[in-house]
């Protein structure tokens, strides 16, 4: 058991900051923590499962993800430290995980009970704000790329994925996409050959590049694939 103060400290910046300021009036008596390591693509959470952990990323890349009945795994979501994982469900009355989680990188948790999470959400305004505009912000995200997606089809996608990737990964206006095709594919909802047929496509066009196997995006790039996927999306 650690105190969870003391171990959000461990979390790199701008987590910390952020983690700091969301835990900062939390109780003692709810303190109790643990800290937890993962190595990439473990599965911590499996939808339908008793939903008594707020598992609290601090450091790494989350995905959420959901079995076909044909045995396809559809990726439906991604999320970057720092998140919180079982709070929609405990914050909405829910005593099961609605999806499975599965870490797309080595990641850093820090677990609480559900029933300290919510004995302190309950008498903390400051944090309880900070938590309602998190969620409201990401479900107000999460809406539109999913009517967006009613109409794109394997390029559409996969550019709607290359620019929210290049949004989130892009470091001195370049940015090199790490994820396996196998997971873009999940992460789009088509299949390895379709994504690769795409990929190519955007290739000749100039659209991306590629170097030592991996995918390139500079930033003119970037504002290229910005404004076909704002025209397509305003259609």
């Known amino acids: 058991m650690e105190d969870i103060i003391a171990a959000i400290g461990m979390a790199p910046q701008p987590q910390r900051e952020y983690l700091q300021q969301l835990f900062k009036h939390i109780p003692i008596s709810s303190r109790s923590c643990h800290v937890i390591k993962m190595k990439a693509d473990t599965k911590f959470v499996s939808a339908n499962e008793p ?3 707020i598992w609290i990323l601090i450091e790494g890349q989350v995905r959420a993800t959901e079995e076909q009945i044909s045995g396809d795994v559809y990726v439906f979501t991604e999320f970057q430290a720092p998140e919180l994982f079982g709070e929609m469900e405990g914050l909405s009355g829910i005593t099961y995980y ?4 599965v870490t797309s990188t080595d990641c850093t948790f820090i677990t609480l009970s559900m029933d300290n999470y ?4 309950r008498h903390d305004a400051e944090a309880l704000f900070l938590r309602v505009r998190a ?8 809406s539109k790329n999913d009517r967006a997606y009613l109409f794109l089809d394997g390029i559409d996608r996969l550019v709607l ?8 990964h892009a470091k001195d206006k370049l940015c090199i996409i790490q994820t396996k095709r196998q997971q873009i594919a999940e992460q789009t909802g088509f299949s390895v050959k379709t994504v690769n047929r795409s990929i190519k496509k955007l290739l000749d066009d100039g659209l991306i590049s590629k170097k030592e196997g ?17 025209n397509k999306l305003s259609k």
């Open 98 to 101: 609605k999806v499975t989680l």
């Open 118 to 121: 919510l004995n302190w959400i």
């Open 161 to 168: 994925y290359m620019t929210n990737y290049y949004q989130e």
């Open 214 to 230: 991996k995918i390139v995006i500079s930033e003119r790039q970037y504002e290229t694939l910005l404004e076909l996927m704002d």
């Open 51 to 53: 939903c008594n952990t």
């Open 135 to 142: 969620i409201m912000s990401h479900v107000l995200v999460e």
